[in-house]
């Protein structure tokens, strides 16, 4: 948790509250992303709704696909809980645009870094008040293997990538456009 909501704890609960290390460590070889080709870019993980921004993935990948020729996306939710129209809209899109895929399936202990290597960028399409004060694992994942991400600013992801040398960009509106610019 960001110090702010430490403290937003420690004053609902009334108890001493401490900010813990993320649990993720580096899987990968932590290259140089972004020199080879094409760029693979991805959006990883539990796909729970609003607050990890999936309303917007059709929009992102579309926008991605349009704005970059070299350029491979990949949509992982290993939980199987993408609402149903944004899943349907990212078949469609898989199967229109072969550089588009949908990963549908859990991933065990060896294809979970397998996945992390294989990314050049990460984005974290989140709502900004969602994660004013909480962390995401898979941003955490993000900053531990060396790979660059976007999130929304004024959050825990900005601060954390801020702490740890600007590995991120941010987006200021939970809006496609403003996160895919």
Known sequence: YHPEG???????????VEKLPAP????????LRGKRS????????????????????PEIVRG?????????????????DLLPDIKAALVRIAAEDKRA???QQKLDIAQWPA????????????????YRLISSGVHNEA???AIPSVVPAN???????????????????????SIIS
């Open 38 to 57: 094409p760029l693979t870019v991805g959006m990883i993980g539990h796909q729970r709704g609003h607050a990890k921004g999936v309303q917007h993935f």
């Open 101 to 103: 895929t949908l990963n």
């Open 6 to 16: 430490v403290f937003a704890l420690q004053a609902v609960l009334g108890l001493p």
């Open 155 to 177: 959050t825990t992801l900005a601060a954390a990538a801020a702490a740890f040398g600007g590995c991120s960009v941010t987006y200021a509106e939970d809006k496609a456009a």
């Open 115 to 130: 996945l992390l290597d294989s990314l050049d960028l990460i984005v974290c399409p989140y709502s900004p008040s969602e």
């Open 143 to 145: 900053i531990a293997n």
């Open 64 to 80: 991605i696909l349009q704005s970059q020729q070299d350029v491979r996306i990949l949509v992982h939710d290993g939980s199987n």
């Open 24 to 31: 993720q460590h580096a899987t990968t070889l932590c290259r």
